[in-house]
């Protein structure tokens, strides 16, 4: 039970989910290294959680393998795999407490009373959720349910941790100490998390991997820098934001970040325009100022939205009004191909 | 309206509040709890006042004589037939009670959790309820042609060559009896179980599978304690059914059992009403006792 599992990866080959002809997921490939901290990424219904729970083994896989520590555990039970799950209600047992849940899988392996009880005491610990031992779960906040969610799925010394939207039902400062805190674990334990979640400056924060799905596909599987700066389609460089994607353009479609584009007033560019760059003019629709930075909105004829995000200081220097027509720049090698 | 002018409308304000409420106010709220306490004094305090009053009351042959006199009570405690009666009826509630919870947990759990669709939920639910259309005394009865000596279920195995001469325990005994306490009352079991059940959060079972349990460890680990609150309405339900009962017995029994129910009826057709009240009340007492036992054991109050 303690031992160190040396290779926990896991490896998804055209793994596909189908309820009735419906494809939730369609016969995607995936590596994720041993060790790593991987997100699944993506909008709603696009078979992020169908994935990981076929992972879990909680839902069956209709088509392909799925390989864990370089084993094919299709048809493993989901205890035996060597995942555990963190449930995005928690699941914690309502009838038994702290200690008793942390328990609960010592419990059905037929361990000791005497003996689960100090192994679930010290995971508690580890958890920071040690002083709680003896209450049950509905006397819990939400973030201390969450603690001993995660110290009952640890418990069992997982050679991977799968976590369905961990964070989402948390408030946000809550969520920004806990996001931490996932991290620092992840690294202390080293084994592998694989994280569902819709949101990508999450994603961001927490990833080494990044797996962007939509529509039962992956999109991009890539680390967060990766993702950010070389977008593959357009559905990521949308999704993943900072993104202005350019689609009505002889050179085909094409990705911009919004932090890289200049203005200038239509009437009289700016010298500051290279010959190397790229221009298109447009009208500004509507302006925020954001303290550091000045978030624009302009209407373009090659873009159903195009945002301008400006220092300040630089905004200020030559402001622009909302109904203005103006000229948006950039260098030619910030722009940033799309596949399809 | 600024803030100084707030404080200063305030002591105004409340002795005006406090006129309005004792003034015209103070009859309105015994008018909200007049309907229920009409309904509970009439149909609830008074029966039981009178069952009371009439228990110390004396009577003979023919009248029941207005008095103060204990022998009803006496003559109850003192006869070894009230203390056999009492025993067959708690057999009676012990064999139904664990007989219609081990078919209404399972069907319960059948429904609730390996009927996939709510559809097949609510279709399958509605059959478990259909039998109810008809009245408690017929589908009794309608054991009898078929448990008798002669009955369908004897002369088939007869004429199967299964047994030689008919089975006698069928019909007129306690098998009969607990047969069909357990068809009328299964129904109640099933209800409350299936309703607790239908509250589990299924995530549960699947943490549960996730932790390594098996489907029996899952059984008596998650759902059987989940589920402890449906089992407690139910066996409140079942057990005081058949405390009461005294038609089952009767008709079930062929006269050969008896139950308190059936000891009180008897007596009622005797004239002896001073002393079926006397029973009334120690039966009353009884079942009390029982049902707070159940409650000590099982917190109910999220279920209502």
Known sequence: ?340 | MTATADTAAAPAAKPAARRRRGGTGWWVSWLQVAPLAVILTVFLVLPIAAIVTVSFWDYDSVRIIPDFVLTNYEELFGSTVTWRIYLNTLKYVALTWTLTLLIGFTVAWFLAFHVRSVTWQMVLFLVCTIPFWTSNIIRMISWIPFLGRNGLLNSSLLSMGVIDAPLEFLLFSDFSVVLAYVHLYTLFMVVPIFNTMMRIDRSLVEAARDAGANGFQILTSVILPLTKPGIAIGSIFVVTQVMGDFITVRLMSGGQSASVGLMMANEISLLQYPAAAANAVILLLVVLLMVAAMLRVVDIRKEL
């Open chain 1, 1 to 340: 039970m303690e031992q160190e599992r040396a290779d926990s990866s896991v490896e998804l080959v055209k793994v596909s989910k189908l309820y009735g002809a419906v494809r939730a997921v369609d016969s995607i490939d995936l590596r994720i290294p041993s060790g790593s901290y991987c997100c699944l990424l993506g909008p709603s219904g696009c078979g992020k959680t169908s994935t990981l729970r076929m992972i879990a083994g909680h839902e069956t896989i209709s088509d392909g393998d799925l390989m864990i520590g370089g084993t094919v555990v299709n048809d493993v039970p989901p205890a035996k795999r060597g995942t555990a799950m963190m449930f995005q209600s928690y699941a914690l047992f309502p009838h038994l407490d702290c200690t008793d849940n942390v328990a609960f899988s010592l419990k059905m392996r037929g361990v000791g009373r005497e003996e689960r009880r100090a192994k679930a005491q010290a995971m508690l610990e580890t958890v920071h959720m040690g002083a709680y031992a003896a209450r049950m779960p509905a006397q819990l906040s939400g973030g201390q349910q969450q603690r001993v969610a995660l110290a009952r799925a640890l418990i069992t010394h997982p050679a991977v941790l799968l976590l369905d939207e961990p964070l989402s039902a948390l408030d946000p400062f809550l969520r920004d100490r806990m996001r931490e805190e996932l991290r620092r674990l992840q690294r202390e334990i080293g084994i592998t998390f694989i994280h569902v979640t819709h949101s990508q400056s999450e994603a961001m924060a927490l990833a080494d991997l990044i797996v962007v799905m939509s529509d039962g596909r992956i999109e991009q599987a890539d680390s967060p820098r990766e993702v950010f700066n070389r977008p593959r389609t357009a559905f990521v460089a949308r999704f993943i934001g900072g993104h202005n994607v350019v689609e009505r353009h002889e050179a085909g479609p094409f990705a911009v970040r919004a932090d890289r584009v200049q203005l200038a007033s239509a009437a009289a560019p700016a010298k500051s325009m290279t010959p190397d760059s790229m221009t298109m003019e447009g009208v500004v629709r509507s302006m925020e100022y954001h303290g550091a930075a000045v978030h624009l909105r302009l209407e373009l004829p090659a873009a159903d939205d195009f945002a301008v995000v400006l220092d300040e200081t630089r905004f200020y220097a030559a402001p622009v009004n909302v109904g203005d027509r103006v000229l948006a720049a950039w260098k030619t090698a910030d722009v940033h191909r799309l596949a399809g």
